[in-house]
């Protein structure tokens, strides 16, 4: 399949992480902008200080950019992978790509804990089990922002 072909499929209208609002509020909260990309607070956290990095342009593919544009991508990546473990402390970050629906690319930042939920396992995508207060979001992303 073309990037056009791609991105008829999956138009930008309906992309959480391109038009923001309540498409992204179901089930994101942005924390800023990075180099190429935006920080996105999943709303299910199961999993502390569960994020999303979302490229900054509606493509679905790592091939849809260019080398410099995927290094730049993946350099964002790192540095929210560093403020979640300076902030969460997790043993483990696991790292998910998908998007067959929502055909932008996205990466999952999923800090897992020994002690708890789904230790050990793959990370469900949104297990629907714990959703936070306003203030208790706030706090998180104010904790993630002091160590970007």
Excluded at 35 to 52: A, D, M, N, T, W
Aim: proline share 3%; charged share 25%; with cysteine.
């Amino acid at each position: 399949m073309t990037l056009e072909e791609r991105q008829k499929a999956a138009p930008r209208e309906a992309c959480g992480y391109c038009m923001g609002g309540e498409l992204l509020g179901a089930f994101g909260i942005k924390i800023c902008d990075l180099s190429v990309s935006q920080l996105i607070l999943f709303k299910e956290q199961s999993h502390p200080g569960r994020c999303i990095v979302a490229y900054k342009d509606h493509v679905s593919e790592i091939t849809d950019i260019t080398e410099a544009e995927r290094n730049a991508f993946f350099a964002d990546v790192h540095r929210a992978a560093k403020a979640i473990h300076a902030a969460f402390h997790p043993e483990k970050l696991n790292y998910g790509a998908y998007g067959d629906t929502g055909c932008h690319l996205h990466m999952h930042l999923v800090p897992k804990y020994k002690d708890g939920f789904e230790w050990g396992g793959v990370f469900a995508m949104n297990p629907g089990k714990v959703f936070l207060s306003d203030g208790e979001y706030a706090d998180m992303i104010e904790k993630i922002k002091a160590e970007l």
